[in-house]
């Protein structure tokens, strides 16, 4: 079983930047293929990023390409997601999810592994 605790959630202003983060505590993340989703109210949870397991592989929803940057510490012990420009579309909760040596997905139903999520809130 891996616990994922996320972290860095809050509230900014539209244009401003937050820097989400993802452990394990006690284990390392190196073989895992990670991502992030978002869930905002009243809507179905939506991928976001996706960083592979064994390269530097990366995959982005079209609506976070070019603001958001999903990467690894170089222990391999957290995951981030650093988020810019950020605007009211983009207030959710944050959930991390982990799935062991598997491929990139977009699917929720790929991962095995979830945190409680942190949320996000931008206003305008």
């Known amino acids: 079983q891996v616990q994922l605790v996320e972290s860095g959630g809050g509230s900014v202003q539209a244009g401003g930047s937050l820097r989400l983060s993802c452990v394990a505590p006690?284990?390392?993340?190196?073989?895992?293929?990670m991502a992030w989703f978002r869930q905002a109210p009243g809507k179905g949870r939506e991928f976001v990023a996706a960083?592979?397991?064994?390269?530097?592989?990366?995959d982005y929803a079209a609506s976070v390409k070019g603001r958001f940057t999903i990467s690894r510490d170089a222990s391999k012990r957290t995951l981030f997601l650093q988020m810019s420009n950020l605007n009211v579309d983009d207030t959710a909760k944050y959930y991390c999810?982990?799935?062991?040596?598997?491929?990139?997905?977009?699917?929720?139903?790929?991962?095995?592994?979830w945190g409680l999520g942190t949320q996000v809130t931008v206003s305008s």
């Open positions: 999810a982990a799935r062991d040596r598997g491929l990139t997905t977009r699917y929720g139903q790929d991962y095995t592994y």
């Open positions: 006690g284990r390392t993340l190196s073989s895992y293929t």
């Open positions: 960083s592979y397991w064994i390269s530097d592989s990366t």
